[in-house]
């Protein structure tokens, strides 16, 4: 019964990956302009849009409500650190260079520490690649659900446990234009809608990186 109430929190993250997954459609990663908002409607408070702007780096292009209401603030064109604490803007830095680099999908688990005007509150965020109009790896579509009242802006994450899974050998066949193979080098997007401008979790004092190999027999 607790692995439901959990799977049901956090729907909109699986709501986000199911829609990626099928984009793919047996590519390395969607393209920018394969998203349409209407297929993650349902989701659209909780999901953001990175542009990366340097290596580990990455700059909200797009957020949904819910990440303006973690940080009290309008969002856009912040870099996704922001979200986090200080200590921990090293990880996510890392983070997120595996994704738009291998390229790789992850998902974190987070806390926020509690204060005064600040309960006690903890999400999960996924990171999934996307190529721009030129074929480049530069953009990421991602979600970000809390659980708990958020209290007094701005709220900060530490992370508690991520899971980076690389996508090559994932693909089954072909890349972005059909003519590619999915298997080469991996060589931005602007999703409208939005308000515009496994491994097992591992819990310890310092978070670290769990990369997940995959089987490209599979």
């Known amino acids: 019964m607790s692995q439901f109430a959990a799977s049901s929190r956090y729907q909109p993250l699986r709501e986000v990956e199911g829609y990626w997954d099928a984009l793919r459609a047996g590519r390395l990663v969607p393209r920018r302009s394969d998203i349409d908002p209407r297929g993650i409607e349902r989701a659209l408070e909780y999901a953001f849009v990175l542009e990366r702007i340097a290596p580990g780096l990455g700059r909200l ?59 006690a509150l903890e999400g999960r965020m996924i990171l999934l690649p996307l190529k721009s109009d030129l074929g480049d790896i530069t953009r990421v579509l991602g979600c970000l659900v809390t659980q708990g009242r958020i209290g007094r802006a ?65």
Request: hydrophobic share 35%; aromatic share 4%.
């Open 61 to 119: 292009r797009i957020a949904g409500s819910h990440l303006t209401d973690l940080l009290g603030m309008e969002v856009r064109g912040m870099p996704l650190s922001a979200l986090f604490a200080a200590g921990t803007r090293g990880g996510i830095s890392e983070v997120l260079e595996q994704v738009f680099s291998d390229p790789a999908k992850a998902e974190l688990q987070l806390t926020s520490d509690r204060s005064l005007g600040k309960p």
């Open 154 to 218: 701005p709220r900060r994450f530490e992370i508690a446990g991520v899971e980076v899974r690389p996508l090559l050998g994932d693909a089954v066949v072909r890349d972005q234009d059909g003519e590619t193979p999915a298997t080469e080098e991996p060589a931005k997007t602007e999703l409208p809608g939005l308000s515009e401008e496994a491994a097992q979790f591992e819990h310890g004092p310092k978070p670290y990186l769990r990369l997940v190999k995959t089987d490209h027999s599979e």
